[in-house]
């Protein structure tokens, strides 16, 4: 710890003014220092080197003649530096020298160099007090006989004597009163709460809150605060954004007629009419997502437009003939690979008409593929609506025609199944108008083309009038940007991985690009195009199937070419927490008003189920038609669906949930599939979806709860009354009607009341139990726990019968 060692001391020990001290360290250190001021190291270094240059002789010999006198000891009078040379040899001193005056000892603390050599101007660097002792200086010896000097010794300005007693004194006094933590140069002073008070007042009373509340008012009205707001935001932090607390703000909401706790939002012309009442300045805050960042969704110029191919889809009711059409009109043999004939999943097709491409969809017609449907029509421009000519418009078809209607697409209607005996077209039409649609025979706008997919007649007509409304439609897209489009169908494929059928609606698909399709995210790896054939880039109405994403999207997922992939990445893990969270709250939670119902859930019995599908469309349509059969008994759960084979980790889900696995069009691997048989897991596999609910239809029925009836077996009038000690009471009966059995229930009615429910514990001809008393027989009966029965009543003995619908 360093010695304070102030100006005015350094000052009185130089034997110099305060003034020159603070002059000198002004000059080299560029500060103005107080008297006060306790100087360090580095700034008493310098005050002594400059004084001990200002102080320097010429000439020494003066000093060194002073050998010869008798030195003067002063004891200094505070521990200051003092110089005490030793007196040098006699006979080395010259004659002439030793007459002169006898110089005055030098006084404590003035410090005075003295060099060996005379010439020597340079003054040697002094430091502060140390309590050393000065060196023995060499003896000088020279050769010239004429000119002889004195011995003297080197005095080192650094060395001096430090008397200890006086500071030792002081520091005792400082330890005593205890405030000798204040002895650091530099150290900071904290501010006690009491100086606040000092030049106070005694009687200065404390701000009151109102008046706080006030003088802050004050200084908001005399300089006013710019707050920015959202379109929606919390109570607590528009108080900090206003600089106010939340209690202000609630109170100024009343005042407006809201009420509203901390936490509650309010929306952006609530929090301005607040802000206005804290004089505060609104602006609105613009919030840009990352979607607006990377996804380019703004209106393109006319300029930029070129024509597009038209967008068919193909919808109508099942086995009405749809695949069949596309198959006449693609030239290509669809309809056998699909398992019974039922279309299964949406293809996409590209045709090309003379000059002219088409993109046709091909959507399933089963009610289980509502979903599929739906997507097809919300992607195309043109509805070809297939209604075969024998059976006439289906369930279905009224669909199909609702999911166009609502998608505002042009509808075409083509009556197949001419070639057939019981076509009749004309019935058709008539049922047509009971939908809004009108034929152009008839003065309306719905074009119907009566064709037979099986003898190819009316297909050109068909194309024709798909082309004519394609021209009316005018469909122009911008291929010069950046891809959009609908994902159609995803799958799984074992080698390449996730595999998307897209149609790009707008812009231009690149190998390459970035891609963000609803909750999935990659990069364009390879593409293909309706044939099979690679292409490197798609257009406007081009259906194309890609490899690259990183997870199976969802059909009917909006696809966006991005440019900046770690925020694509980022914005797909933000829509992944967000379906996590929506499928959380979907979840009932249970409050005093659903506890009821909770508790009877409870009581429920559920159907685990995991669905895999070869295609994600089929995952929706299965998962959507099984949990459509739950009732109020059970409810069937599908507690995971996904795309591809039956793998190991879905086997150990069914077994640790106790579920039962589904297939559609996939099978098990081996590694599964001996695991299944190992843990007793059952995995059905099926290729036609109405199999499918069928049985697990019928394996509900198995799981239902039995339902119970009463069965009436016989009725005994109560004649005699007996009290047996350590029995109870036994009832002498007469059976009247049916018979009363060992095991049956028994209701006593006494006046047509019914007084109570019992079981029969005992029954007794004469002394032996018996197990059924037929009628026209007496018998005693015991009850279990009714014993006050009474002569006349009557004794009903039924029992509960479960039974199943």
Known sequence: MMIKYRVHEVAKDLNVPNKEVIDTLQKYTGEVKKHMTALDENELDLVFEAFTQK?????????????????????????????????????????????KPARKAVKPG??????????????????????????????????????????????????????????????????????????????????????????????????????????????????????QIPEEITVGELAMRLKATAAEVIKKLMGLGVFATVNDVIDFDTASLVAMEFHAKVEKEVVVTI?????????????????????????????HGKTSLLDAIRHANVTATEAGGITQHIGAYQVKLGDREVTFLDTPGHAAFTTMRARGAQVTDIAVLVVAADDGIMPQTVEAIHHAKAASVSIIVAINKMDKPGANPQHVMEQLTEYDLVPEEWGGDTPCI???????????????????????????????????????EARLDKGRGPIATMLVQ???????????????????????????????SAGPSV????????????????????????????????????????????????????????????????????????????????????????????????????????????????????AIIVGFNVRPDPVAEENAKRDG????????????????????????????????????????????????????????????????????????????????????????DVKEVAEGYDCGIGLEKFNDIKQGDILEAFMMEAYRE
Do not use: W
């Not at 960042?293 to 006319?302: A, G, H, L, V």
């Not at 997870?551 to 925020?567: H, K, M």
């Open 110 to 227: 003035k410090i005075t160099p003295v060099g060996p050599k005379p010439q020597q101007k340079t003054p040697v660097p002094s430091k502060p007090v140390q309590n050393t002792q000065p060196k023995k200086p060499q003896p000088v010896h020279n050769t010239d006989n004429s000119i002889r000097r004195p011995m003297g010794r080197i005095v080192d300005t650094r060395a001096s004597h430090v008397e200890l007693d006086k500071y030792n004194e002081k520091y005792d006094r400082l330890a005593s009163e205890k405030i000798n933590t204040n002895n650091t140069v530099q150290k900071q002073k904290l501010t006690q709460r009491s100086s606040q008070y000092r030049n106070k007042p005694r009687n200065s009373r404390k701000e009151t809150e109102a008046e706080r509340l006030r003088r802050i008012a004050m200084e908001r009205k005399a300089k006013p605060i710019t707050v």
């Open 55 to 99: 102080n320097s002789l010429e000439n020494l010999d003066a000093y060194f003649a002073e050998g010869n006198q008798k030195e003067t000891v002063v004891e200094p009078e505070k521990p200051d530096v003092s110089i005490q040379p030793e007196k040098p040899a006699a006979s080395s001193q010259p004659a002439k020298e030793a007459q």
């Open 543 to 658: 259906p194309v199937e890609i490899t690259g994403l990183d997870d199976v999207p969802t059909g009917g997922d909006i696809f966006n070419a991005v440019s900046d992939e770690r925020l694509a990445r980022e914005l797909v893990e933000q829509r992944r927490n967000a379906l996590k969270e929506e499928r959380f709250n979907a979840r009932t939670k249970v409050t005093l008003d659903n506890l009821f119902d909770q508790m009877k859930q409870g009581d429920m019995k559920e159907l685990q189920i995991i669905v895999k599908a070869d295609v994600q469309g089929s995952v929706e349509a299965v998962r959507q038609s099984l949990e459509k059969l739950s009732n109020d008994e059970v409810r069937v759960n599908v507690i995971h669906g996904g795309v591809g084979a039956i793998s190991e980790s879905d086997v150990m889900l069914a077994t640790a949930s106790n």
């Open 450 to 488: 009566p064709v037979s997919a099986l003898k190819k007649t009316g297909i050109k007509d068909l194309l024709e009038m798909i082309i004519l409304v394609a021209d009316m439609k005018e469909l122009k897209a911008n291929p010069d940007r950046a891809a959009k489009g609908t994902v159609i």
């Open 681 to 768: 897991v059952d995995v059905r596999l099926y290729r036609i979806i109405y199999d499918c609910i069928d049985e697990i239809e019928s394996a509900m029925k198995g799981m239902l709860a039995p339902k119970y009836r009463e069965v009436a077996l016989g009725k005994a009038e109560c004649r005699e009354i007996y009290k047996i000690s350590n029995v109870g009471t036994i009832a002498g009966c007469h059976v009247t009607t049916g018979k009363i059995t060992r095991t049956a229930e028994v209701r006593v009615v006494r006046d047509g009341i019914v007084i109570t429910e019992d079981k029969i514990a005992s029954l007794r001809r004469f002394k032996d």
């Open 291 to 319: 979607e607006e960042q990377i996804i380019d969704d703004s209106e393109d110029e006319d300029d930029n437009l070129v024509p597009r191919a038209p967008v068919v889809v193909v919808m109508g009711h099942v086995d």
């Open 506 to 536: 707008n812009g231009t698909l690149h190998t390459g690009d970035i891609l963000v399709a609803g909750t999935t995210v990659g990069r364009v790896r390879a593409m293909t195009d309706a044939n099979g054939k690679k292409i490197d």
